[in-house]
């Protein structure tokens, strides 16, 4: 997959030759500032693509959009073809593209393992009727088998007991990893997964998210600490004030000027004011 | 003082057909706020909703079956009232909506303008009589239980309100247990989580706000049905924060802790009511306070009980300590 980019022109909006997702003339304002505006933007399956950018970049924005927790102002985007746009954030999730927050969303008063089976689809004990009168015992059984093997891959499975709201910063960072793949995602999207864990931690997460795409998942990720992207991405999306200014591989928005231009002139001449 | 008397009182009042339907009630607001943490602050509209619709439906010349069904018909349709238009908002802004609401609706059926249907401040009675006429129990007698004594009219009331509790407990231990509830447990801790793994979660605290407004409405029967009569004014928006008292005393988020919490709470409202009753009638007070000052700083005595009782166990009865130690920090 990574060859396949090798030959794409890393040109803002460039077209990708297998896209999952494609934003069209997403905009997105607060008052007279345009969070948000993205001509075009295509992201290639089957790869890790990170989203990078100063802060007040619009990144956080743009996720919220794309997986409606933000209603567009105008715009339209496409997971394989199906159109999102207005689309509710639980039917986004439904469809197979699911987010991470950038300040983790844990269920603190619910165990480790509720959290994750909670994200099970299609659970015939979630309606209502069905829930006083049975007949989802063997289902949710399943569930939990699922949800445990989970937590084992996350190294968590020795605290399936304990409340979430226990967990350490960076442990809840893989919860909520792993209660996203219990969804079995096409598109996953994590918001700053690095945020705020120890360094060893870091490491580990990003194992993960390599592991991610190697099962065949798209990762789109946000990030701005600039030496965990290169190692990792296949594909870098810069934006600045809401628009992308440039993409490509790692060695093409190393060289960038541009993105050094905005990313470090943006960051560095606010500093010196 | 007789303090055996006042005892006896409190505790004939804590199991009596009122605590039931308390009890009934809080069950209805402890999913919808212990479960779901959504702020209901209208709950006595619901209650209001019930009793009224089986009132109407019989003063209408319906019968007091079809009442039933209307009364809990009408709880419902309350519920997605309130909820269709709010629950997309942020939860204070159901606080609001819900709390004024209630009030609309209590003047709304006390206005001159709904007397054809409601006489107003007056309200209708006798409408329940196909009830007692199921009563297996002699009306004119009094049952005793050593010093503790039901009208056989009460203990009707009483033993159909309770098999209600009975019945909405094991209901709520059902949706609890199962993944509903694992849903609308998560939809309290954070709402966009839950949403972000493709829960749908305005359709969940909708049916929230219509089972919880059931159980209020059903409750709501019971008050009526046990006086023969409705009239707006027992339905004070105050009703509504007697039952958030029983909820958080009981336990807010458990399965018991409302019937717990009814039963508590009707047991110190009436033994303070028997004290201070008996204190001025003594002349404890002198003539600082009256027999009508009594009955008010009665309240004042329960509001002490309860905030010595919140100190002692902060997390309610049936709560769990490490729970809520957690608190709402993620």
Redesign the interface.
Known sequence: MTADLQSVEPQPGVAKPDPVLVVNALTRSFGGLAAVNVEHLEFQRKTITSLIGPNGAGKTTFFNLL?G?DDADSGDWHLNGSGLAGV????V??QGM????Q????????TVL?NV?????D?S????L???F?G?GAK?RA?EAQALTQLERFGMAHMVDE?A??LSGGQRKLL?MA??L??DPEVVMLDEPMAGVNPALTQAILEHIKSLRDEGRTVIFVEHDMDVIQEISDWIVVLAEGRVIAEGTPDDIATNEKVIEAYLGAEFGRAAE | MDWANIFTDATVAAVGPVAAAYALSAIGLNLQFGYAGLLNFGHVAFMMAGAYGLAITVDAGGSFWLGLVVGVAAAMALGMLMGGPTLRLRADYLAIVTISAAEILRLLVRSSWAEPATNSVFGIQQFADPFFDLNPFDPTRRYAIGDFAFQGRVLWVMVVGWALVGAAVLLLHRLIRSPWGRMVRAVREDEDATAAVGKNTFFLKLQTLMIGGALAGIAGMILAVEKQSVSPDAFQPRLTFFLYVIVILGGAGTVWGPVFGAIVFQFLLFFFDGFMQSAEAEGWFGNAIDATDAQQFKLVLVGIGLMTLMILRPQGFFGRRDEQLIGDTT
């Open positions: 997986t927790f509710p954030a639980f039917r999730a439904r699911v987010r991470t927050f300040l983790t969303k844990s269920l603190s008063r619910l509720e089976m909670l994200a099970s689809p659970h004990g979630e309606r209502a069905r829930a006083v049975g989802w949710e569930v409340f709201g226990s909520e209660r996203a219990m969804v």
